[in-house]
């Protein structure tokens, strides 16, 4: 199986911040890799797909990176609505892996 | 619109199993392959399974081989989940989740609000 790193595994951030979390798979994915973002309760939200393609409705201040084993997810300018917890995903073989999971908060 | 509508919360006994459901609306059932998600209480998300809804093809995770089946009823635009020979382990929420395209190979483009298994004694 191909295991998935997040890094960090939490943040601290504030309003209006440039925040950059890192993905890296244990083998080469290409670009297979997505981004979700999930608020407590809810379910995930799919924000990138193809390591750099922003999903349709999502605002252009999320932004992706990468291709084969190493990835990045920009988010411009947090604002209030971005505190959440953020997976990246490989969908390049099964069985399809996430990463841990990286919570930003205040 | 699409929509991915899932079946209520189970409480279900070790040993037992549960079936629950996603039914899917606002877009062309067959053209779109349907994943199974779940996610312990505190935990990340944890791929379980794929259907294709066109042929019925289906690949387990590993760890759930044997113990899970999913099907399709294509006549309801309706997917089932059933798990086998539960756990108190299996407490979590199950998710579904279409894949972009038709392709074993796609993102995971729409969820279902989740349903929440419980195994208790």
């Known amino acids: 199986d191909i295991q998935m790193t997040q890094s960090p595994s939490s943040l601290s951030a504030s309003v209006g911040d440039r925040v950059t979390i890192t993905c890296r798979a244990s083998?080469?994915?290409?670009?297979?890799l997505a981004w979700f973002q999930q608020k407590p309760g809810k379910a995930p939200k799919s924000l990138i797909y193809?390591?750099?393609s922003l999903q349709s409705g999502v605002p252009s201040k999320f932004s992706g990176s990468g291709s084969g084993t190493d990835f990045t997810l920009t988010i411009s300018s947090l604002q209030p609505e971005d505190f959440a917890t953020y997976y990246c995903?490989?969908?390049?073989?099964?069985?399809?892996?996430f990463g841990p999971g990286t919570k930003v908060d205040v | 619109q699409v929509q991915l509508v899932q079946s209520g919360a189970e409480v279900k006994k070790p040993g037992a199993s549960v079936k629950v459901s996603c039914q899917a609306s606002?877009?062309?059932?067959?053209?779109?392959?349907m994943h199974w998600v779940r996610q312990a209480p505190g935990q990340g998300l944890e791929w379980m399974g794929i259907?294709?809804?066109?042929?019925?093809?289906?690949s387990y995770a590993e760890k759930f081989q044997g113990r899970l089946t999913v099907t399709r009823d294509t006549s309801t635009s309706t997917v089932y989940m059933e798990l086998s020979s539960l756990r108190f382990e299996d407490t979590a929420v199950y998710y579904c989740?279409?894949?972009?395209?038709?392709?074993?190979?796609?993102?995971?483009?729409?969820w279902g609000q989740g349903i929440l298994v419980t195994v208790s004694s």
């Open positions: 989740a279409r894949g972009e395209s038709g392709s074993w190979y796609s993102n995971l483009d729409y």
């Open positions: 606002g877009y062309t059932f067959t053209s779109y392959s």
């Open positions: 259907i294709t809804p066109s042929g019925g093809s289906t």
């Open positions: 083998l080469g994915i290409s670009n297979y």
């Open positions: 193809g390591a750099s």
């Open positions: 995903q490989q969908y390049n073989s099964y069985p399809f892996t």
